[in-house]
């Protein structure tokens, strides 16, 4: 189902199959660079909004959990939901299964807050590394602040050790700042005019080489804010 929010000059579509922010507009000009299919090579992608990376960030080499995990693919229950937000529900599959994931996605004065809380019922310690996947509309010109991008191949992702940053976009300035994830993935194809600035708890670790997920014991809660601050 998808669900329109308004606030003030902000307007989004929300589709809670996967939690994904389809469309998030300022004055009808775009902040994420709006949800679509584009053919790169012989295949479709699927490019834009926004959706959550649930309970890996990232491949998965220790677990067999898809790549940014089954929040993205999974149909979310509809708890509430107002002009200006909506809160979706969503139950863990197989090992994950006695988890719960909530997201509440609010505007608010030309700010986007992303709420994420996570709860472990089951008998066993969960292994999770979350994160969320906005695709920031750009072109040409865009820069993060304090970060050189000329000598970074973005196409392999840079990961960026910061609670907070600054993206110059297309029409936008935009500030997003976390509580407690420590990371921000940094990456584009260049097959769009799209830039990913991705918040996340600790990066790719649920690989190999890292491995190093967050444990969520029995009957613990892990919780997250996030807000998108948009200056024109």
């Known amino acids: 189902m998808k669900i329109k929010l308004k606030e003030k000059n902000l307007e989004m579509t929300v589709n809670s199959y ?74 863990g599959k197989e090992e994950y299964k006695n988890s719960f994931y909530k997201i509440r996605y609010e505007l608010n004065d030309s700010n986007l807050f992303v709420y994420l809380e996570i709860i472990n019922k089951s008998n066993k310690n969960l292994e999770i590394a979350p994160g969320f996947h906005p695709y920031f509309y750009v072109d040409k010109n865009f820069k993060i602040k304090d970060v050189n991008l000329e000598n970074i191949k973005l196409e392999d992702t840079y990961f960026l050790k910061e609670k907070k940053a600054n993206l110059k976009g297309k029409y936008f ?20 005019e799209y830039l990913c ?11 190999k080489k890292i491995n190093n997920p967050y444990i969520l014991k029995s009957g613990e809660e892990f919780r997250e804010k996030i807000k998108i601050s948009i200056e024109d």
Not at 197 to 207: A, D, H, I
Request: glycine content about 8%; hydrophobic content about 35%.
């Open 197 to 207: 600035l991705e918040p996340c708890l600790n990066g790719p670790s649920f690989t």
């Open 18 to 91: 996967g939690a994904y922010i389809e469309k998030f507009t300022k004055n009808n000009k775009a902040i994420f660079f709006p949800k679509l299919m584009i053919k790169i090579k012989d295949d479709l992608k699927t490019r834009g909004g926004m959706h959550p990376c649930l309970p890996n960030f990232g491949k998965s080499e220790i677990k067999n959990l898809d790549q940014h995990g089954f929040g993205r693919v999974s149909f979310w229950d509809i708890e509430k939901k107002g002009d200006n937000f909506i809160d979706l529900k969503l139950e």
């Open 173 to 192: 300035d935009i500030l997003v700042e976390n509580e407690k994830f420590n990371e921000f993935a940094i990456w584009t194809d260049f097959h769009g």
